[in-house]
């Protein structure tokens, strides 16, 4: 049923729709109104679920580590300062092959303090073995919540689902609700594997010394190459039962015969295609890659996408200090080495702290990468604010 | 596509006006879209929010830099935020103010209204929160929302009497607005 809702409403709605046995989280704009959501309806009797109140988010991640490897269906949710004191555990729930689901609610990195939204969390754990999804409106939050829980339970990795912060989670717009049968019909009970039991005592993730660890980094690596096949399939078994796209490897927007192919992930790109609307009218061709599966990186189907195409403009909301964009990167190693075509790729670092993107900002950046390739740039960098300190 | 652009001070209730206003165009049958812009979220501080509406989905999430309509629910903020800057030629500018629009001195290509939601706010509602008051003065000035949805969009957000007070002060404005109209 459409409703008008905020995003982040519609996310603990359907969280609480896939009936997780345990939810523990630290409250943290911009993902409060999630918490307090989902901690609200298992007060008062509307989700049977375990709310674990715990005193960071430290303890929330090692919480649900525990209850997932007790055999619960395990939720948290988090971002920036947030996500980076779960560091620890992130990187243990992923070895332990855990198949929680973690809401990101993407926001800058202190210091300086700020409570905006870029990429930069969820970005510091992009190496730690986790599926990470990035939704472009609330609608697809909602649903990529559904798809996390099937692709985690099927592959028995983590999933977090990454959503802009402010940007979605507090921007009231309609989003499609489903009933609680549709949900279950799509998303099966949960079925644990190798669970820790005291009748049967046993760890998990103890001790591997050097004749084993790198097989277990091994095989982690290659299954988050193999959950590409799941996330696909997911999301195609998602289309047919709810009748919308959401979700999968990445989307493409009037990209066939477009000169220049935007990159990018997350909520602009919904600035972005009302640009490429408006340039088309001017009689430019330019197309949209957006990647919502950023871990696995999809990169030969981004290799099969761009193969023909020779000028590419990547806009992130993220950066490596000391070498650049990080998405820019993942792009430029989507193209095999051998390969001769003269192929240009720029990188617009953009909106970081929540800076605003604006549809004359991104023009800016693609009338200059038409004329000539940008190895990196901040987009609406005030000079004014630079000259004062950059020494 | 409809942009508003709402500036107040923290504790004005404008992320709630923004949401209402765009709840209201959900239930006429529109597509809308409401975000907040918080700076430090103190009470007093400079907010703005922001509202769009359109007849197909909507997609850009760019902050509302040229609106085609202002709510202003603290005059005296036009004296240190940049409250006109990008409004559309032809436009609207609606002041929660006790003066007449012509008294405000205010420079812009645009249409200027006032009201004086805070009197009327503290008379019905009891607390100096304007926002439904100038909702209900917008609606009734532009006609772009229905004031039935305006309504159903305040009590499903505060159920019982601090609704049916709201409620009271949104058609209070309306009175207000068509009065001067006679």
Redesign the interface.
Known sequence: MLKYLEGSHGVSQVVAMCRPNVISAYPITPQTHIVEDLARLVGEGELEAEFINVESEFSAASVVLGASAAGARAYTTTTSQGLLLMNEVIYCIAGMRLPIVLTCANRAISAPLNIWNDHQDSMTVRDAGWIQLHAEDNQEAADLHMQAFKIAEQTFLPVMVCMDGFILTHAFEPVDIPEQKEVDAFLPPFKPQNIVDPRWPRGIGLYADPRFYMEVRYILHRALEKSEKVIKQVSAEFAKAFGRESGGLLKTYKIEDADLVIITMGSVAGTIKDLIDQLEDEGKKVGLLQICSYRPFPRKEVYRVLKDKTNLLVIEKSISLGRGGILGSDVRWSFPRTEKKDRKISCFVSGLGGRNISISDLRYAVARVEKEPVELEFLGLNPEIIAKRDM | MIEIRIHGRGGQGN?AA??LL??AA??DGK??????S?GAERVGAPVQAFVRIDDKK??????V?EPDYLIVQDQYLMDTVPVLEGLKEGGLVLVNAEKRPEELQIKAQARVETIPATEIALEIVGRPIPNAIMIGAFCSITGLVSLDAVQEAIMEKFPGKVGENNVAALERAHEIIQKRRE
């Not at chain 2, 597509?31 to 907040?36: D, G, S, T, Y």
């Not at chain 2, 909507?58 to 902050?63: A, G, M, V």
């Open positions: 992320v923004a949401e765009a709840n959900f239930r597509f809308a879209q409401a975000f907040p918080f909507i997609r850009t999430r760019e902050e830099r």
